[in-house]
């Protein structure tokens, strides 16, 4: 067979490993921060850095700017070299390099500004939206143009789970994204309310899911098996537990939304999807710690496979408390709590974190052609990050089951033992400070990596890899082997079978209870005969089904798309479809303009990353909060703001609990009126104005996405937002003598507060109707 | 093109090796069955509780199971009389519990002698809402959504309610200077009648 010499693109993995290394020092930095303005709040410097816009700063750096950068070193490295062919276009690598690090640099200068979305690990606004799409088509374009100028046939299971990334993260990216501008940095998601909640956690949960497990297990397993010099456990095991994992996964959204306004039916599939999910991640951890048998006692010495073996044990931990939090009773415990923090923590600390580290450590030496500069720095990283995550993780157990039982604890008479809600943040500080602890011995064990890669690389010079491989690309290869067509394989036998039994179960959605039972029965009964059917006609001297839809990376991307899609649509457009119906009958009221207005300055500074607006159905929780919240309270917010973290009191019906006054003070200096509190001040506020025209664009905005506003109402929006604005303005004045600029977004965000969770009364919203007075929302 | 079905070698832990790709070999182990087990097991719950709650609607939904909470959970003892807080104002253990109360949840707005802040002066003879022990019991109790009054009595219980009730009995007319009055001149005897606020 001829040959010819090939030398891959090395060069772009050295300087993603370089951009991931500068971004996790800042990316966790940032964390060690906002660990430290929860422990200690006079660290928070508003307006710029504070909590509330440097949390989303945190998790976009370590998601995108650190496990990015890192998973695009792993996927171009291996990938290469598992399909013996050079990258397609050393410009598309550049383009891809370069326009990832502008998207990061955007995001590290928009989010202190306050320019969010507001959608957690989505907030970047649209214009870098759309830079984000544009850049992940150009690595799709790069990834599958190298896949089809392969010489090796058969795709590797590292392979498969990059085209998974590929393909989930533009859907979920796009779908999650679509949002009408307002200006050139600012926008409303096109969903609202519960819509709005479960395209966003259908978003954030796959974000984990195809960003952070699936490429990190495709890199798992090339680095190991290569790390450890093993053979890989089971191929049988890669092809269940891939298209378990990415068929399942994208149903389990909805169990961040567990107790909340969405549909119970959407709830029940988030929770048993979830429950599901269980033994498929598990199966990425067996073939992980299985392949290191015969290798274990190299353990002791070598720091790449430590770093391997206690991420992937990491991951195990962390998918079996997934699937934990996900049973409705556990939720309603932690739900809102630190406990999820510890929980996301694990993962990414543990598993993305080592899984970076081992990565780095067994490449850097090889791309500058030298050893590792020292073992012992090595393994001293990773006893003091090993360290540092337990001290993390057992302290966010400890503060998130504390406050979860403290929320819930009664009186015998049916008080609550603890009524003021700071009591239950208050008990917690000791854990925040060992939080912070833990969080900064990780820290510091990442400084030593950096430093020992830097050390190593200026001890080698850089090298890229010059292999012999076959001369022939498969295109032309492809003319002189049989082929089989493409429709045999993606109606081959168990593309079928699955078909048929899924097409069977999806009509539980539509039968009755006679019916149900008799075709799961049905459903099970085929499940088993078609799996004995297809064990029997295996023929041993044929490949199988599986085996040439490896050689067909095409097929194989339709069949991935396929399996992909099918949760996201079954969940989302019955929603969508239920959603425009709810706006017909809706006896909600929109938000005024300066509500509008002081909405966009509660998003701006991040207030949903410690204050939910979602009174769940317990005893306890409509004690504390007021009446349960349904999907009607917030069918006009767009984007939604449930939030997911309880570090102060859920809002959602503040309205009218108490005065302008106190808003106020409470603003000005939260300690003030709530002794001890360790809310950021948001004084700047009233330094801050707002121009009443600028409101107009608003409500059309939103008069656009289907929000009942009357032209009438759109064109008198400044004038009406101003009216109110004074009358706020004014109503403090005469009450405390307190002089407060109408045109500030301390009066706009007042006007807010004092609207959640009621309908508009008439001295609050002059442009409203007055059958409206003050009673309750539904 | 590989053989799929000729072993590549036999490694002596992992059984017969069947692939190679850049030097990583793969071998085809059986599924674990503990794991199959587990995979099983956790399937034929999603089903299971498919059916519990939406086929056979067995198991209440969320809201069910809420509203059935919420009636067991109705207690005794939310009444309350003149006689009942009047007596409560004599009994120091009431009132030392209702003062502990008052400094946690209400100085806030009604400041540390009820001499008002945010909220109105407690201290003085008028009254916005009525001086009754029962009108105060009921402000405390339900609260004023329009003026800013949490309600109390859903977070503290109606024993504490009380309580707290019967400390802010004792600053009546304790007529502490602070926040200018407010409200109807109120008087034990006469109820309220019109004033100069």
């Known amino acids: 067979m001829e040959t010819e010499r090939i030398t891959y693109n090395d060069r772009i993995s050295r300087w993603f490993i370089g951009a991931s290394v500068t971004w996790g020092i800042v990316g966790m930095l940032v964390g060690v921060i906002v660990a430290l303005q929860l422990a200690f709040w006079q660290s928070n410097l508003p307006p710029y850095l504070s909590f509330g816009r440097l949390r989303p700063l945190h998790t976009n750096a370590v998601i995108f700017a650190f496990v990015g950068n890192m998973l695009f070193a792993g996927v171009y490295y291996s990938t290469q070299r598992l399909l013996k062919a050079r990258l397609a276009s050393d410009k598309l690598s550049w383009i891809h390099f370069w326009g990832w690090q502008s998207i990061i640099v955007s995001a590290a200068i928009t989010l202190p500004l306050g320019i969010t979305q507001s959608k957690e690990y989505a907030e970047l606004e649209w214009p870098i939206d759309i830079a984000i799409a544009l850049v992940w088509v150009v690595f799709a374009v790069n990834f599958f143009w190298t896949l089809a100028r392969r010489r090796e046939k058969q795709l590797y299971v590292a392979i498969w789970f990059y085209i998974a990334t590929l393909i989930a993260i533009a859907v979920l990216h796009i779908v999650n994204a679509l949002a009408i501008p307002v200006g050139p940095l600012q926008s409303y998601s096109v969903f609202g309310g519960v819509q709005d909640a479960l395209v966003q956690w259908w978003y954030g949960h796959n974000a984990v899911a195809f960003f952070l497990t699936t490429p990190i297990l495709g890199i798992m397993y090339y680095f190991l098996p290569k790390a450890a010099d093993r053979p890989v456990f089971s191929y049988r095991l890669s092809i269940i537990h891939f298209w378990a994992l990415v068929f399942l996964y994208i149903w389990a959204g909805p169990h961040h939304l567990l107790y909340t306004a969405l549909p119970d039916w959407a709830q029940t599939l988030g929770m048993v999807f979830s429950v599901m999910l269980w033994a498929p991640s598990w199966g990425g951890m067996i073939n992980g710690l299985f392949t290191l048998r015969g290798a274990w006692d190299r353990l002791r010495t070598d720091p790449v496979l430590k770093f391997f073996a206690a991420a992937i044990t990491f991951y195990g931990m962390a998918t079996f408390e997934g699937p934990l939090l996900s049973i409705k009773s556990v939720s309603g415990l932690a739900h809102y709590t630190d406990w999820i923090i510890g929980h996301v923590h694990a993962g990414a600390l543990g598993w993305n974190g080592f899984m970076a580290a081992g990565m780095f450590y067994w490449m850097v030496p090889r791309l500058f052609g030298t050893k590792l500069h020292s073992q012992k720095s090595a393994n001293t990283h990773f006893y003091l990050a090993t360290f540092g995550i337990l001290l993390y993780v057992v302290s966010m157990w400890v503060a998130g089951v504390t406050q979860g039982l403290m929320w819930r604890a009664q009186t015998e008479d049916g008080g609550l033992m603890y009524p003021n809600f700071l009591e239950t943040v208050l008990a917690l500080k000791p854990m925040y400070w060992t939080r912070l602890v833990g969080g900064t011995l990780y820290f510091v064990g990442f400084v030593m990596m950096a430093w020992n890669l830097y050390k190593t690389a200026r001890s080698g010079a850089p090298v890229d890899e010059e292999v012999e491989v076959p001369a022939a690309t498969l295109q032309d290869a492809a003319s002189s082997q049989p082929h089989t067509p493409w429709h045999k394989l993606v109606f081959g036998a168990p593309v079928v079978l699955t078909l048929v039994v899924g097409g069977m179960l999806s009509t539980l959605a539509f039968v009755n209870e006679m019916a149900s039972t008799f075709i799961v029965v049905m459903a099970f009964g085929v499940a088993l005969l078609g799996s004995i059917a297809l064990q029997l006609t295996r023929k041993s001297d044929r490949p199988t089904w599986h085996a040439l839809l490896e050689g067909r990376a095409l097929v194989f991307t339709v069949l991935t798309v396929g399996a992909v899609l099918i949760g996201g649509v079954a969940e989302i457009v019955p929603m969508v479809v239920t959603g425009s119906r709810d706006l017909k009958v809706t006896k909600n009221k929109p938000y005024s303009p300066l509500e509008l207005q002081g909405r966009d300055v509660y998003v701006a500074e991040g ?15 409509t004690a504390r909060y007021g009446k349960v919240s349904s999907a009607d309270d917030s069918i006009f917010d767009h984007p939604f703001q449930w939030g997911s973290k309880r570090t102060g009191p859920d809002l959602a019906r503040e309205g009218g609990l108490r005065s302008d006054l106190w808003h106020y003070r409470h603003l000005v200096d ?27 664009a608003k409500v059309r905005v939103m008069r656009s ?15 009406d937002a101003e009216a109110q604005a004074i009358l706020i303005a004014t109503g403090l004045k005469k009450e405390a003598n307190v002089e407060v600029p109408a045109d500030s977004k301390m009066v706009a965000v007042i006007a807010y507060l004092q609207r959640l969770g009621r309908l508009p009364t008439p001295q609050s919203d002059p442009g409203a109707t007055n059958e409206n007075t003050v009673k309750e929302v539904n | 093109m590989t053989d799929h079905n000729a072993p590549l070698r036999k490694d ?45 609607n067995v198991g209440p939904l969320t809201m069910e199971a809420y509203a059935k909470e919420l009636a067991d959970s109705v207690g005794e003892g939310g009444e309350v009389s003149e006689e009942l807080l009047l007596a409560l104002m004599e009994d120091p253990d009431a009132i030392a519990e209702g003062s502990a109360l008052f400094v946690a949840n209400c100085v806030v707005c009604h400041n540390a002698k009820g001499e008002g802040n945010i909220g109105p002066n407690l201290t003085d003879p ?10 105060i019991h009921r402000v405390i109790d339900q609260g004023v959504l329009s003026a800013g009054m ?10 504490k309610a009380r309580q707290v009730t019967a400390y802010a009995l004792t600053l009546r007319g304790t007529n502490i200077p602070g926040k200018q009055p407010q409200g109807e001149l109120w008087s034990p005897d006469n109820g309220a009648e019109p004033g100069t606020p």
């Open chain 2, 150 to 159: 949490p309600a109390w009595g859903s977070l503290l219980g109606p024993e």
């Open chain 2, 126 to 135: 008028y009254w916005i809402h009525g001086g009754s022990p029962v009108d």
């Open chain 2, 12 to 56: 002596e832990i992992q059984g017969d090796v069947i692939h190679e790709y850049d030097g990583i070999e793969e071998a085809d182990n059986d599924l674990p069955q503990w794991w199959l087990g587990l995979f099983y097991a956790c399937t034929l719950f999603a089903v299971g509780y498919w059916f519990y709650y939406h086929v056979y």
């Open chain 1, 607 to 621: 207030c949903y990353t410690c204050h939910s607006q979602m009174i769940r159905p317990f005893v306890w929780e």
């Open chain 1, 705 to 719: 996405l289907g929000v009942p506003y009357s032209v009438k109402q759109v064109q008198q929006a400044p004038r």
């Open chain 1, 670 to 696: 939260p300690r003030e009126v709530s002794a001890g509190s360790i809310m950021p001040d948001y004084a700047h506020l009233e330094r801050h104005t707002f121009k009443f025209s600028g409101i107009e």
